[in-house]
């Protein structure tokens, strides 16, 4: 199997930004996106996403076998918000496991939750997403979206072995139109693509990232 390079390796970190200045846009607007109300937030900041990484979705819904769609769940966090998630899973990581130290928590802290540093949805640059067929119901990916590899049982990794053969077609289905477009999976999580970030600079050897974190009220 591939080596895994985490959210935590200090390489991701490493990648400058320069930020193209791409607006955070709502996906509920004007495009053919379904989208899940199961990350709903007060002020809709799960549904935003920059312009650029919108229309790339748009493209890849478009490659999609006849009958199938893309199913938006959770786009732009506010850097508030990445680092409440990250700092609960790692005190569950610190539960876990009293002994290990903190760079350990952070790692592995990190196959499931972006440091908030780095994280791509807090650049607008991510979404978690799925597939559903032409009633409306989602396809069968083997875990659900946002399982962790504790609950799982590793099945959330994308080239997870102990997932059905239909599971493991559902994924390169989505995987095929997604990477068409240009966006790069994070390989623990099936359901986490992104463009333009750091990780995606990182995976793609992009001289540097075209979204830095930001807050969405100051360019929403």
Known sequence: MTEIILMSDPKVAAVPVHDVDEPLVDVRG???????ARKTDATGAFAHLRAGVLDRLVKAQSLLPNGLRLLFVEGYRPPSLQRAYF??????????????DADRIRTAASRYVSPPEIAPHSAGAAVDLTLVDADGHELDFGTRVNASPEESSGACFTGAENITPEARAHRETLGAALTAVGLVNYPTEWWHWSYGDRYWALMTGAPAALYGPRERADRA
């Open 87 to 100: 700092e609960e899973y790692a005190s569950e990581m610190r539960a876990l496991h009293p002994d290990w």
């Open 30 to 36: 004007d495009s053919p996106l379904l989208v899940d």
